[in-house]
Nanobody
Framework: QILESGGGLVQAGGSLRLSCTVA????????MAWYRRAPGKQRELVAD???????NYGDSVKGRFTISRDNAKNTLYLQMNSLKTEDTAVYYC?????????WGQGTQVTVSS
């Protein structure tokens, strides 16, 4: 139902662009979000975006990450710049504030120092 992609290994300060394709019409969901789970930690909300493109970001990623959505393609994006080692995690997408859809496999992002 959900397929995340775009993760990889990058050096600190680098950039990655994540994509999430949903096998449903995402315009039916008011808010879509990126979540992440770092090793040994609980899954946390990274950013979410409304159908009108208004977005909210976690304090740790403000000014570095940009979330966007393309409803015509049923795809959610996360542009990640100035990556830090603490951004290392598996990244997932889903609805917010409640994760209504079945979770995908996620995409691993590893930031090296």
């Amino acid at each position: 139902q959900i397929l995340e992609s775009g993760g990889g290994l990058v050096q600190a300060g680098g950039s990655l662009r994540l994509s999430c394709t949903v096998a449903r019409e995402i315009n039916r969901f008011k808010r879509m979000a990126w979540y992440r789970r770092a090793p040994g930690k609980q899954r946390e909300l990274v950013a979410d975006v409304d159908n009108d493109e208004s977005a909210n970001y976690g304090d740790s990623v403000k000014g570095r990450f940009t979330i966007s959505r393309d409803n015509a393609k049923n795809t959610l994006y996360l542009q990640m710049n100035s990556l830090k080692t603490e951004d290392t995690a598996v990244y997932y997408c889903n609805t917010s504030p409640y994760a209504f859809l079945s979770w995908g496999q996620g995409t691993q992002v590893t930031v090296s120092s």
